[in-house]
């Protein structure tokens, strides 16, 4: 490739990061990744907010003081959910593969094996990291939620919503495997404590 290509292929990217305040979307609208435009408040965009959100906290999960095989995991979840958000950006376009889907099944049924069989139901709590695990997973249904609405009105590829339902069972298993890795044991719920 010519130097002269290569700076223009560098303009392009530097043109595309560097203009982050556009005001294009003063009006309640923004742009989907096909150039078309949908309003703030669609469907489309609540999806995409909600993996973001989920992205930003699984973020915020490594932060802390991880098992590294856990890390490892996270990390790669944090690309494929870019993946997601370039899917949901794109209508039509699906990118999600069934091997990332099987990959988190393998690693749910691999964190899961040497985990106590549940005989309770277990409260979201324990050390900070099984904590932020837990409120990943409360993320990862709501985006859930979204992308089964939005797959009502416009339909979604399998992939994509599968991929979503298994990192909230995947991020149920870590809070439970981070407790331990942390020196604690689930933090049991004890029906009707409380009522008297």
Excluded at 3 to 29: A, F, H, P, W, Y
Excluded at 86 to 92: H, I, M, Q, R, T
Excluded at 99 to 122: C, H, S, T, Y
Aim: include cysteine.
């Amino acid at each position: 490739m010519s130097s002269e290509n290569n700076m223009q292929d560098s303009e392009r990217k530097g043109n595309r990061l560097s203009k982050i305040v556009t005001r294009t979307g003063d009006g309640g609208t923004t742009g989907l990744g096909d150039g078309s435009r949908t309003t703030k408040d669609s469907l489309r965009i609540d999806a995409i907010g909600e993996v973001d959100e989920l992205n930003s906290s699984i973020g915020l999960l490594l932060c802390e003081d991880l098992p590294a095989r856990v890390r490892a995991a996270l990390l790669d979840v944090q690309h494929d959910l870019f993946d997601l958000g370039g899917e949901l950006c794109l209508p039509g376009m699906a990118v999600m593969k069934d091997a990332q889907v099987a990959r988190l099944e393998g690693l749910a049924e691999e964190f899961n094996a040497d985990l106590p069989m549940l005989k309770e139901f277990i409260l979201p709590g324990g050390t900070r990291p099984a904590a932020i695990a837990h409120l990943c997973r409360t993320i990862a249904r709501r985006a859930e939620r979204s992308m089964v609405r939005l797959n009502n009105a416009e339909p979604l590829s399998d992939a994509a919503r599968r991929y979503v339902n298994r990192l909230s069972d995947l991020l149920f298993i870590l809070g439970r495997l981070l407790n331990r890795a942390g020196g604690r044991g689930d933090v049991l719920w004890q029906k009707g404590k409380n009522a008297g």
